[in-house]
């Protein structure tokens, strides 16, 4: 009797901390607050092949409110807890002007051990935008530095003269350049350079790169610095026919040129000469003659920038002027006329043509020229003889543009002379 009393106080005992282990540690109606659970997006690369792409998340985490046995929430944290949302199947006609969509979400706790009983915010908001691609200018920003004096940097070459990027539309129709820097200060010699480029905007201002792919990391640079001299165009020129530089215009297309090479070639250029001689004794008009001038094989000329290396010679006579003289045959004196011959002229006069300033030629007479001919070896006969024209000392700069001729007959001296 009294070992039956025992045993069912015992029983009361257990069956009461049972219920207490129950109510106090496990406790299945017990509820929990997660805050911050972040939001895993799914399904981007198929979107992506679509040109789509998501730009913002803009919930990125959510409070959840989870029941379930106590002893189970009670080690519960928010890695237990995985909160996704499908962006795959999205198109722009589910988003709003603005691009944002609002997506329901999926939650599952680790093996099932608590269920949701409320969370917050209740969908996902997300920006949907199209995903472009374009090719970026590779540019060289040298900023405010210069080379020496004396020195340029010429035309630059480039591994890559653009770069790829894949990126939201809204980023990538902004930006205007990939950038790289180069300091020109103090450099006399090529530079060659690997630079990381810096996308900048059309604003001026460097684009953010979060959401952009590329694949070019490095750009490779090569600026060739050269020596820069200015030097003249230089053109011989034979005075004649009254003609001088003194008196004739003779324009170059250009009289000067800037070359580029080594600090070594240039020191010892000081100047070009057209391979062309310029001889006024063969030109009557004005004229026009093109030339051209050599430079050492490892100088290159900058400017003018359309050169050639030929150049246009004007020549024009404005301070000359052309006069016809007609001159009696009888100032004509015959040199080593053979023996036992006589000379007679059959015309009285020969016209002479001149060139020379204007007041020389008008004060010019008949009476300043004269003529020889040289009969040394000559036969009986007629027929036209060309003349020296002999100028008096004062006119001697006068040029004679025609050749002299006259018709004589050659005789024997008992032979009758010419009616």
Request: proline share 4%; net charge negative; with cysteine.
């Amino acid at each position: 009797m009294k070992s039956k009393l025992v045993m069912g106080i015992w029983a009361v005992v257990i069956a009461f901390g049972l219920w207490v282990y129950v109510i106090t540690a496990v406790s299945p109606g017990s509820e929990v607050t997660v805050e911050g659970v972040p939001v895993s997006v799914q399904g981007q690369t198929t979107l992506h092949e679509r040109d789509l792409m998501i730009v913002k998340t803009l919930d990125t985490a959510v409070d959840i409110r989870l029941a379930g046995n106590r002893s189970d929430l009670v080690k519960l944290d928010k890695n237990d807890i995985s909160i996704t949302v499908n962006v795959a199947d999205l198109d722009k006609s589910t988003a709003d002007e603005n691009g944002m969509v609002s997506l329901f979400y999926t939650v599952r706790v680790r093996n099932d051990i608590a269920t949701v009983v409320s969370s917050n915010p209740d969908k996902i908001r997300v920006v949907l935008e199209d995903r472009v691609a374009r090719d970026i200018p590779v540019v060289i920003n040298y900023g405010d530095t210069q080379t020496p004096d004396g020195f340029e940097e010429e035309a630059a070459t480039m591994d890559y003269q653009s770069i790829p990027v894949l990126g939201p539309k809204s980023v990538v129709e902004k930006i205007d350049r990939a950038e790289v820097k180069v300091d020109l200060t103090d450099k006399k010699q090529t530079i060659e350079q690997t630079l990381v480029p810096t996308f900048i905007n059309e604003d001026g201002t460097e684009t953010n790169t979060d959401l952009l792919k590329w694949e070019i990391e490095e750009v490779k640079i090569l600026i060739p610095i050269k020596c820069v001299k200015e030097i003249p165009v230089l053109v011989n020129v034979i005075p004649g026919l009254g003609a001088n530089e003194d008196n004739t215009s003779i324009e170059l297309e250009y009289t000067k040129i800037r070359v580029a090479g080594s600090e070594g070639l240039l020191a010892d250029l000081d100047s070009v000469t057209l391979i062309d001689t310029v001889d006024l004794g063969e030109i009557f008009a004005e004229t026009t003659i093109t030339s051209s001038f050599v430079l050492p094989p490892e100088v290159t000329i900058k400017e003018p920038a359309t050169s050639n290396k030929e150049v246009v010679i004007t020549i024009t006579f404005p301070d000359l002027i052309i006069r016809e003289v007609d001159v009696p045959i009888a100032n004509l004196e015959y040199l080593n006329l053979p023996e036992g011959l006589r000379a007679e002229a059959v015309s009285e006069t020969v016209r002479v043509i001149v060139r020379g300033t204007k007041a020389m030629v008008e004060q010019l007479t008949a009476e300043d020229i004269h003529f020889t001919l040289d009969l040394a070896g000559a036969k009986t006969g007629e027929k036209n003889w060309e003349l020296k024209v002999v100028l008096d000392e004062e006119y001697e700069q006068l040029g004679i543009l025609e050749a002299v001729t006259a018709r004589i007959a050659l005789s024997q001296k008992n032979e009758r002379s010419i009616p």
